[in-house]
């Protein structure tokens, strides 16, 4: 059999027609080789087992430093952030393999003895050649994309995104560059609690017929507040300084133990290293907290410090924050909040409560004219002011793609009359998106005669047996409401046991769970899961 490339319609002709604009920016790709290298670090497990899985942040800091000691021989290459390479000229390496020593320490944590070593393993895969991309967005090969074809958007997108992945914080090919100012802004949503939306791009590289395009959108993330600890202290517990730390109530002590646990600070020691981890712990004073240490750095006498002295006495400053409180940074490293800083760009990974979400919601609506705006000035400023793009004789527009389109006259929606002595069927247009059939009754409702509830959560997690019950009964109202008639409903809600047999892994258990609980075959299964991202859904 001859596979042939299924051939996208021709355009319609019904409809108004006009011009859209679209998050979308041409690519024009030249005829190029690229060389595929695989970077490996010897020795590095992460912390769940995985040998070789480079965290980013370290990944940033390994290329940097290879950038730095020529390993690419001047060759603009991109990077991943975990373990591929693509160069568009040959690296010149014996046997296409070259081993490097790399020593990220700074001059004071060499002075101090703190090593920071790598070997890096860099290994040529295999070549990319363009070619077989454009081929086949031109039709000029077979319908089915090879992998070459796959492999050559691969490292498209790891081209455009690499220079937005070395400078700023991201998620996969999501980018938040950092907001320029203190307040508000079009980049930046100030909140409450030390909490601050950021405005991102998310980019991805797509084939489309005869080319390939860009697709660029705005995305957002919420941000801890960067700075020193004890301002953002002040912020997530909304006090006013000065002084207002010192006197925080037990319920205030928990909520900031809360807020700060698991935040990632930098602390300047005094041999001039700086000390980059997480917040493990809060406690509420910094003179209430006593320890034993030697009088001096040189000494063997010991004595009884609290923390506020010996910080006092081994930064040689005077606190400000001394009743204050204080975080455990190390095993047993207690530090008062105005010696640590917190580094910008931190995810907040937690939800959002629903008076912040609706303010967020107001200020992520962004019309048609702005977003594009927003976009242009992303790609000026991010993808085509002096890039490696720009290096390896790619072209990017500057302009969005403006496309043909036809707006489609609204359908006629047919419903039943208001008023038992009409014999004909009431009509309306809907246009603009607006489909708001409120107080309308069902032309030819179904009548529901066989129905049952589902709840894939425990009773005493989520939602529970009386709410389950509640929103049974307000669905049967809102169906009766619009002319069904309904009934048959197989007894209350059915709720999932801790014992019962459900696998993520096993897609037919649910099903079977659910058939196994009921007296007949239903006409409506009513399904209430745990949250949005519960894996049941996928089954259901």
């Known amino acids: 059999m001859v596979e042939t490339q299924m051939v996208r319609p021709k355009a319609g002709t019904l409809g108004e027609k006009l011009k859209v604009t679209v998050n979308a920016y041409k690519v024009k790709v030249p005829s190029l080789v690229l060389h595929h290298y695989d970077v490996a670090i010897e020795g590095l497990v992460n912390k769940h087992g995985t040998v070789g899985d480079v965290p980013p942040s370290l990944g940033r800091e390994i290329f940097t430093a290879l950038k730095a000691m020529d390993a690419f021989q001047q060759h603009s290459v991109v990077y991943d952030g975990r373990k591929t390479v693509f160069s568009p000229q040959a690296l010149n390496f014996p046997h296409d393999k070259q081993t490097f020593d790399v020593n990220l320490a700074s001059p004071a944590e060499r002075a101090a003895k703190r090593n920071r070593s790598f070997k890096v393993v860099i290994t040529k895969v295999n070549e990319v050649k363009l070619d077989n991309l454009l081929n086949y967005v031109k039709r000029q090969v077979g319908p089915t994309p090879d992998e070459g074809v796959y492999i050559a958007i691969t490292a498209l997108n790891v081209l455009f995104n690499h220079d937005m992945m070395m400078t700023h914080p991201h998620s996969k090919n999501k980018f938040f560059p950092r907001p320029q100012g203190v307040g508000s802004s079009g980049m930046l949503f100030k909140m409450k609690e030390g909490i601050e939306m950021w405005r991102g791009y998310f980019s991805s590289i797509r084939m489309a017929p005869g080319g390939v395009i860009l697709n660029f959108d705005l995305t957002s993330q919420p941000m801890l507040t960067c700075g020193n600890l004890r301002d953002v202290a002040v912020a997530v517990l909304g006090v006013e300084p000065p002084g207002s730390l010192q006197r925080l109530l037990p319920t205030q002590l928990i909520t900031l133990s809360r807020?700060?646990?698991m935040m990632t600070v930098s602390v300047s020691r005094v041999d001039k290293t700086i000390l980059r981890t997480k917040i493990k712990e809060v406690a509420k004073s910094a003179r209430e907290m006593i320890f034993e240490a030697p009088v001096s750095p040189d000494s063997k006498v010991m004595k009884k410090w609290n923390v506020a002295e010996y910080i006092e006495f081994t930064y040689n400053m005077k606190l400000k924050g001394a009743n204050e409180p204080i975080v455990r940074?190390?095993?047993?490293?207690?530090?008062?909040?105005?010696i640590c800083h917190v580094n910008p760009g931190q995810?907040?990974?937690k939800k959002l409560s629903p008076e912040r979400l609706s303010d967020v919601i107001r200020w992520l609506t962004v019309g048609p004219q702005d977003r594009t705006r927003m976009l242009t000035n992303g790609i000026q400023n991010h993808l085509r002011t002096g890039t490696t793009i720009d290096r390896w004789t790619i072209e990017l527009e500057a302009n969005p793609l403006v496309i043909s389109a036809r707006q489609l006259a609204p359908p006629t929606v047919y419903y039943a009359p208001q008023s038992a002595n009409k014999s004909n069927s009431s009509t309306d247009k809907f246009g603009n998106g607006a489909w708001n059939l409120s107080g309308k009754m069902l032309l030819q409702p179904m009548a529901v005669t066989s129905w049952v509830a589902i709840v894939l959560s425990q009773a005493n997690y989520g939602i529970s047996k009386a709410q389950a019950a509640q929103a049974l009964e307000g669905l049967q109202s809102a169906m009766k409401?619009?002319?069904?008639?309904?009934?048959?409903?197989?007894?209350?809600?059915?709720?999932v046991d801790k014992n019962e047999p459900l696998l993520p892994s096993d897609d037919e258990s649910v099903g079977k769970w659910i058939m196994s609980k009921i007296k007949r075959k239903p006409q409506l299964i009513v399904c209430f899961l745990g949250d949005k991202n519960a894996w049941e859904y996928r089954q259901v």
Not at 331 to 337: A, C, E, S, V
């Open 259 to 261: 807020s700060l646990k």
């Open 329 to 338: 940074l190390t095993g047993k490293g207690w530090y008062p909040l105005e």
């Open 481 to 495: 409401a619009v002319g069904m008639q309904v009934s048959g409903l197989q007894g209350p809600a059915i709720f």
């Open 347 to 349: 995810k907040f990974s």
